[in-house]
């Protein structure tokens, strides 16, 4: 039985459990709430930033590279087989400072994902801190966010979603 199963039907017991079957919940859209939110386009235009300066030097590392292997390619019947050697190692050595760099600024860890992390978490906790305002508001028992992964919700009534409440507590205003 697959894990989103296993969620599902752990809460259908659990909303099914006598006292419990009264309590409150609901759902959010973070996701929605997230794109609503104006500190995110700002924060996402910050990092698309960064990021296509890092990626600008990533592309010159790539094209040095290029130029590299182009060089050796057009001058090798020149070359003694030491030079040629040289060469070859240089543009091994060039390629592997690409890697490693490809891997400190975007890699699992790396420094993209860090600034995001930086950027991204005073918006997160002014999010949560309106989630648990509303949540207590509105007595709910639990609440779910239909945007995680792996989302176990696979039916949602739009009355039981609190994304409005959240943008209200936060003070956006919806534009229609």
């Known amino acids: 039985m697959n894990k989103s199963l296993k969620i599902v039907l752990l809460l259908l017991i ?3 459990a006598g006292p419990l079957a009264a309590q409150k919940i609901g759902y959010i859209d973070s996701e929605y709430i997230l794109n609503k939110h104006p500190d995110y ?5 910050e990092l698309d930033n960064i990021s296509s300066e890092w990626k600008k030097e990533a592309q010159n590392l ?15 019947v020149l070359l003694t087989e030491e030079m040629y050697q040289q060469r070859l190692e240089a543009i091994k050595l060039k390629q592997k400072e690409s890697q490693e760099f490809n891997s400190r600024i975007f890699g699992i860890d790396g420094q993209y994902f860090q600034k995001q992390a930086e950027l991204m978490q005073p918006l997160q906790s002014k999010i949560y801190d309106a989630i648990e305002r509303v ?16 989302s176990a919700i696979i039916y949602t009534d739009p009355r039981h979603d609190y994304s409005e409440f959240i943008l209200e507590e936060l003070g956006i205003e919806e534009n229609k």
Do not use: G, H, Y
């Not at 386009?41 to 235009?45: C, D």
């Not at 790539?62 to 090798?76: F, G, H, M, N, P």
């Open 14 to 16: 659990v909303l099914q």
């Open 41 to 45: 386009k700002v924060i996402q235009q």
């Open 62 to 76: 790539d094209k040095e590279i290029k130029d590299l292997s182009v060089q050796l390619k057009a001058e090798e």
């Open 135 to 150: 949540t207590r508001k509105n007595n709910l028992a639990m609440l779910f966010d239909k945007a995680a992964e792996p």
